[in-house]
């Protein structure tokens, strides 16, 4: 693959990194604070913890999807032979910006759990960082609900985003922020795991947009004032999210944006379609009620009959996302 072009450490180039002179050590390394290091292989942190993956080292593969920041390619790491998720982020910089970001990184590093794709590092080059992840080999759930999915596999899904959800916010303290179905991946496994959650939101802060999505996700409340997202406004975009997986498309149809977003705030929100039990219904409506403080908390979520009712039953997940890859639409 391309060799990238590498971490410019000649401090009178134009890079964005060039403002960071302060922190270069004699071995050409960048400092902070002694919490972190950044080179051109990866970044160190003073833990021991390092993100060792390096451009070098990866073998190009296909492209898996564009998102409104970048691409997601799938790459082999040679040294390892792990395959991986590799997206490219591209950064508008500031010197406590950048050094927010290498600490979020560190704790997403030290983070693990079954619903939560799994990070294995990340390295800077230029403006871009590149971030590598699980590769997940069944795709996001936008390409595999089809014309929707069973009560029993969206209950699946539910307990494993509502798990990862509450794991992020219990141990992490992080609100995802971004909660939708491309954000939510399958594997051939029938495991299902949340991605791209937002940190402590510096990263999405430094984020340079490309392009706007023409889905809205985003709960009532944070459309009306800015600034207002809470733990709660993940609750709707949960609720959101999977009555587009249950019924096999985005709820909200309008042909423009404002019309859209005036729909979410004004309207009645969505439901599940009628063949679906009172349980499933119920929890819905609860995730998507208007007023956030009325929104159920994880716990109560796991607690919900809809999820009690599944959540010690065997369902064949690894069936359904092997027939829903092989009638994927990209
Ligand atoms: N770890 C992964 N394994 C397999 N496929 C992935 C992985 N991460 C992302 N993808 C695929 O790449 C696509 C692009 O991902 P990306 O996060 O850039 O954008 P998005 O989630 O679709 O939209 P947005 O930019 O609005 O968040 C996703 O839709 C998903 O299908
Ligand atoms: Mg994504």
Known sequence: MRKGPGLKLGLKEETPFSNFSKYVDPSGKLNFAGKAIIHADGVNFSNGSSFAIKMDDLLLQEELGKGQYGTVKKVSHQVTNVVMAMKEIRLELDETKLQQILMELDVLHKSTSEDIVEFYGAFFIESCVYYC???????????????????????????????????????????????????????????????????????????????????????PERIKAVDTYTVSSDVWSLGLSLVEVAGGKYPYTYDNMFAQLRAIVEEEPPSLPEHYSEEARDFISACLHK????????????????????????????????????????
């Not at 936008?142 to 219990?170: C, N, Q, T, W």
């Not at 937002?198 to 985003?218: D, E, F, P, R």
């Not at 956030?292 to 908390?297: Q, T």
């Open 133 to 219: 992840m699980e590769y997940m080999d069944c795709g996001s759930l936008d390409k595999l609900y089809g014309d929707g999915v069973p009560e029993d596999v969206l209950a699946k899904i539910a307990i494993s985003m509502v798990k990862g959800l509450k794991f992020l916010k219990d141990e992490l303290s992080i609100i995802h922020r971004d909660v939708k179905p491309t954000n939510v991946l399958v594997n051939m496994k029938g495991q299902v795991k949340l991605c791209d959650f937002g940190v402590s939101g510096q990263l999405n802060k430094s984020l340079a947009k490309t392009n706007i999505g023409c889905q809205s996700y985003m709960a």
């Open 291 to 330: 007023e956030p403080s009325k929104r159920p908390s994880y716990a109560e979520l796991l607690q919900h009959p809809f999820i009690q009712k599944y959540i010690d039953q065997d369902v064949d997940m690894k069936s359904w996302a092997i027939q829903a890859l092989e009638s994927r639409q990209d």
